[in-house]
């Protein structure tokens, strides 16, 4: 069943290529806030831990996301290795945009948020304007993948500059952040499934609100116990995290294979 899931009514069967993204289901979500909490310890790893500092660290991760992106947009179909290696790398890529404007640049949180806000609002405007849909089931097309790809790296900018302001500059901590931003998601479900919010707005809500959340549990288990984290460290908690993304994956994988073969079959 999908949880805050959408899907495009009008999609045309005579398309360029199969849907490149996948069903919005539960292992969605989880490997979602897994992806986005990896991208704010792995950030911290390389920087701190690996003492590439910065601006090293966003030239390798751009480097990496640009080669698998340029994979992804050749592949004709969702291959869940690819789609999910390329939203961690997304996810890192976005939490280092921010550092590197707020930590090089000098640009404030709040300002960084309401920055990424309206770029992504402007994203949304132009992608809806051309395609006439922001649904995720529509991405059968490389210039839909592009608006789409945009949107993703927008979020996780906007996610990580927001929950930095709500658990650090508003003082909040970072576990009470993580139960605040799951106590929205959960609110945005109830709107949608009670009242009918519509669902693809329901869903780039939740997918924006996903961001904050992974990270502040991410700092939460890795800063240490003297800024009110769990001090499992950045090293810790990414291998964590990243075990079972690649566990869930597999899965998905196998099971996208079986489905397959059955389908095969019975035809």
Known sequence: MAI???RDAGRSAAVSMLSKVP???IFFWVI?????TVGETGADFLNT?????????????????????????????YVPGIYWLAVVLISVAGTLFTDNLVDHVGISLMACTIAFAVALA????????????LSIHSITSSKREGF?????????????????LVAERFGLGYWKSA?????????????????????????????????????????????????GGLALGTVGTSAIFVTVIVAVVVYL???????????????
Do not use: C
């Open 148 to 164: 789409y790809w945009a949107a993703i790296l927008f979020t996780f900018a906007l996610g990580t500059a927001a929950g930095d």
């Open 122 to 133: 402007v994203t949304f405007g132009v992608w809806y304007s051309s395609e006439k849909t």
């Open 4 to 6: 805050i899931g959408e």
């Open 49 to 77: 831990n690996l003492n590439m500092g910065l601006t090293g660290t966003t030239v390798v991760v751009g480097g990496l996301l640009a080669a698998v992106l340029y994979v992804q947009f050749r592949a004709r179909r």
């Open 179 to 227: 139960l605040l931003f799951a106590a929205v998601i959960g609110l945005v479900a109830v709107a949608h499934y009670r009242y009918r919010l519509n669902a693809v707005l329901a869903f780039w809500i939740a997918y924006i609100l996903t961001r904050p959340l992974g990270a502040s549990s991410g700092d939460y288990l890795s800063q240490s116990t003297d800024v």
């Open 32 to 36: 979602k806030v897994l992806a986005t």
């Open 253 to 267: 994988s196998v099971e996208q294979k079986r489905v397959a073969v059955d389908s095969a079959t019975i035809g």
């Open 23 to 25: 069903e919005v289901t």
